[in-house]
Each structure stands twice: as C-alpha cells, then as structure tokens.
C-alpha cells in the first residue's frame, strides 16, 4: 500500500493535487503537510501535521514512522517573492529539494514528486515555442533555483535510481485557493475582481505573453506523468508542459464576454521584467510523445468553468 506524503499541501497547487491523490489513493493512504497547524481546517478527508520541510529531523521521524513510500514536495518560495528575499528562497528551494532526494535515496522510496517551472528558461531563451532543450540563463533566484533542482532530480535518477519524476509548470490558474507570490498571480487575481465588480490593476503590460495552465489539467498532466511506467519517463530533469499562452489583453477580453463592465488598468512594476525574461509560449512535445499529454481547457472554457464555479466556493 501506498503512504503519499505532501509537503506544502497548503498552497495553490497542494489543496488541488492532495483532494486527488486523495481521491485515488484513499484518504488513509495521504499525510497532507504545511507550516501551520491552521492549514488542518483543508484537509478533513486525509490526515494533516503541521512540518516544516527545514526541521529535517522532524521530516525524517515522520517519514519513517508513517512508512511514507511516495513525496509530492511542493514546498517553495516562488518567484516574485523570491526576488524580494533571494537568500531565503535559495535557502528553501534547494535545501527542502536535497533533503527530499537524499531522504528518498536512503528509504528507497517508490517515487518523488518536485515541481519545476517556466522560471528555468531566461532572456537568452527562444521565446515562442521554446524547445525542451535549449540555453537556460534564468536571472530570478527562484529560476535559478528550480534550474539547479532539475539537474539534481536528474542526477539522482541516474546516480542512485531515485524514481523521481518533474514538470516545468507554466503559470497555473485555480479557483480553489489564493496564489502565493508569483508573477503569473494576476491571472488569478483578476477574476477575483471582476466577479466583485471591481477594477483590475494589472502589474503587467497588456501584451506580455505567457504560459499558463488552468488548475484540472495542471492536476491531470502531475498524475499521468507519476502514473506512467517508469520507462516511459525519459525525461528526469523536467518536462517542459503547456495548454494556452496569453497577455493580460486577452484574458480581461475572455472575462469582458461575461462582465462586459469590466475594467482594467495597466500599472506594471517589478515584476514585468520577470515576465519579460520567461517565454510566451513552451513547446511540449516530449511530454505529448512520452506520455501522452493533452491539455483540455483553454482560455475561454477556463474562464466559463472559473466564473461559474468561483461564486459557489467558499475558502
Ligand atoms: P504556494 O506558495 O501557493 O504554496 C506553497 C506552500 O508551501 C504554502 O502552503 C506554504 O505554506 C508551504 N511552505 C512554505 N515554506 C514551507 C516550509 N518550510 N515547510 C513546509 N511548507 C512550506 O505555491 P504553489 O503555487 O502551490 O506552488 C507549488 C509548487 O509548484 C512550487 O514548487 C512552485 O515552485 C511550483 N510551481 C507553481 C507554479 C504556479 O503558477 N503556482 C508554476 C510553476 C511551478
Ligand atoms: N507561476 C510561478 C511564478 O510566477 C512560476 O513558477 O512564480
């Protein structure tokens, strides 16, 4: 039997991702985990302690005491954030990451879950369909720190045949629970406003193109790619994955066919030129040919199923 342990279950990605390993998995079977003892309130269909990912003695008695056999480790600064305390995201992205391959090295886990990101690519990358491989100068320290995590996940795969399996996410967009310091946040945060009937400030321009995902293929893609036989992941750094790319233009023009008072400003600030350092759009063929990815939202359906479903959901 399975034991899913999720670190930084808390988050965006986490309340989403533990309901389905939860789901698939059997509540019993999944030890959601975040920073405070608060977060417990999410997760009444699994267990739920309160861990630090830093406190590695604490980490290490609960995943040998739970005979925890897979790691979701979600648990990250992110990249907006991380510019305004580099040393602290350094700190967090790599120290939590090397704690998780070495602890799963030692136990012999079956298999880790670490996300990557767009943040891997920079200025110097092709910027339109950016291939799987090509020059990566990331000049975010969360880049940067998600770039290193890749060749660690590599290394441990090929090193110490640790099952550990990865996705360069493009901005990922729920309704479920509030971002968490990216740069991609606004396309969240605007259907906030707009169902509140208030304005938009957008902190990016109009026409900055970049990837993203709505939530469910986010979830999809996370479990095909763990789910697919390990022959099949031929990838172990991180697989690049798409669905859609747009500009905050056309996201508040998809929203304007619902609220057609919508408004917006533009009012970009610090976090313009990390958008303007990562793609516009990722070319995901690996991941399509390896293991069948396919995305099923879009812009406009992500925008019906948000604005539908965001005004019956309570936080
Ligand atoms: P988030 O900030 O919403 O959630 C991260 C969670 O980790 C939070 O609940 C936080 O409390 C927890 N956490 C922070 N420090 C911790 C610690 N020391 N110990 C335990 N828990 C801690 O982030 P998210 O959007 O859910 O992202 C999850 C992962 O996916 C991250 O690795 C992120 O880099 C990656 N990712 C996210 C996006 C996106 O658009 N959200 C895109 C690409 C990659
Ligand atoms: N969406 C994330 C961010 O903006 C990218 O990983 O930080």
New binding site residues.
């Given amino acids: 039997m399975e034991k899913i342990l999720v ?8 309340s989403e991702l533990t309901k389905s390993l939860s789901d698939m998995y059997g509540g019993e079977s999944v030890i959601a ?4 003892e608060s ?1 417990k309130s999410k997760f009444d269909y699994c267990q739920f302690k309160a ?4 406190d590695q003695d604490t980490a290490r008695n609960l995943i040998k005491n739970e005979n925890v056999t897979q790691i979701y480790h ?5 990249s907006a954030v991380g510019e305004k305390k580099p040393l602290f995201a350094w700190d ?1 992205n790599m120290q ?1 990451l090397l704690f998780v391959l070495e602890i799963a090295r030692e136990f012999k886990l079956n298999k880790v879950y ?6 891997v690519f920079g200025p110097n990358t092709p910027k339109v369909n950016t291939p799987q491989y090509c020059v990566k100068e990331p000049n975010t320290v ?1 880049g940067i720190s ?1 770039q290193a995590g890749e060749r660690w996940c590599e290394y441990y795969f090929q090193k110490y045949n640790v099952d550990v399996r990865s996705l ?5 967009i729920g309704y479920k ?1 509030l ?4 740069t ?1 946040d606004y396309a969240v945060d605007i259907y906030h406003k707009a169902l509140a009937g208030e304005k938009f400030d957008c902190f990016l321009r109009e026409d900055s193109f970049l990837p993203m995902m709505y939530m469910p293929d986010a979830i999809k893609a996370t479990l095909d790619l763990m789910h697919a036989p390990s022959e099949s992941v031929k990838i172990r750094s991180s697989y690049n994955l798409a669905s859609m790319s747009f500009s905050p233009k056309e996201i508040y023009q998809s929203i304007l066919k619902h609220h057609p008072d919508f408004k917006i400003e533009y009012h970009p600030d610090f976090r313009q030129s990390i958008a303007d350092s990562w793609p516009d759009s990722v070319d995901d063929s690996c991941a399509q040919k390896d293991w069948g990815w396919q995305p099923d939202f879009d812009l406009d359906k992500m925008t019906e199923d948000i604005l539908t479903n965001l005004p019956n959901f309570s936080f």
């Fill in positions: 670190i930084g279950a808390a988050g965006q990605l986490g985990t975040d920073l405070n977060a861990l630090d990912i830093m979600l648990a990250a600064v992110l967090l939590s670490w996300p990557s990101s767009i943040a969360y998600k360069r996410y493009p901005g990922l629970s971002p968490g310091g990216g991609t």
